[in-house]
């Protein structure tokens, strides 16, 4: 008898339990925290498919005469500082963490966009096969960063607003569940790369 009590009790509790995860959101909350992860993934694979081309771009530019050493130097630098800018996915909710990971990635998108542009007053590199296919890829590229990027803000979008919604707001709450960071338009981004030539220099070398 007393064993059929306690075992009523134990389903009882187990179903108040239950309830209690569904009623605060618990495994919605899980789902879209897991898609936002996902997403972020996406993102730091495009990211790094950026950064795998940059090498042989630097060493095909570098082939063209005269060409621009700040303008590599810049690229190689921006490249650097995006390698040690780490974010993992429980980083997500950091603001300043994330912050310093979008500077990153900006300026190296930043000096690529420069290049090139800088790159179409060399007659040479418009023919070199080689240059042609890796500018292609590094535009891909970048498209597909832009598309991965808009679908991981859509995610957080979903998640950030299941955070804030009442009742699941007392479950994110309850279990640690943070609000994530966004990515956000880079300051300045509808204005041209600023793009300035060393003629100067060039002239004073011609005359020597």
Request: aromatic letters at 12%; proline letters at 3%; one cysteine or more.
């Amino acid at each position: 008898m007393k064993s059929n009590i306690f075992k009523l009790l134990f389903l009882f509790l187990l179903f108040a339990f239950t309830s209690q995860f569904y009623g605060c959101g618990y495994n919605t909350l899980v789902s879209q925290e897991e898609k936002v992860n996902s997403a972020w993934s996406q993102v730091e694979n495009q990211y790094q498919r950026r950064s795998d081309l940059i090498p042989n771009l630097v060493k095909t530019v570098e082939g063209a005469a005269d060409f621009e050493k700040s303008v590599l130097t810049t690229v190689t630098e921006m490249r650097s500082k995006v390698g040690q800018v780490k974010l993992s996915a429980s980083d997500l909710n950091d603001p300043e963490k994330f912050a310093a990971y979008q500077k990153a990635q900006d300026g190296l998108s930043s000096a690529l966009s420069r290049l090139l542009v800088v790159t179409e007053n060399y007659p040479q590199l418009k023919s070199n096969e080689n240059f042609l296919q890796l500018q292609s890829q590094l535009e891909g590229t970048e498209n597909r960063i832009a598309v991965e990027r808009r679908k991981f803000n859509e995610t957080v979008l979903e998640y950030n607003t299941t955070t804030r919604t009442f009742p699941t707001m007392i479950g994110a709450k309850l279990f640690g569940f943070k609000e994530k960071q966004y990515f956000k338009g880079k300051e300045g981004s509808d204005q041209p790369p600023d793009v300035k030539f060393d003629f100067k220099d060039k002239k004073t070398d011609e005359k020597k």
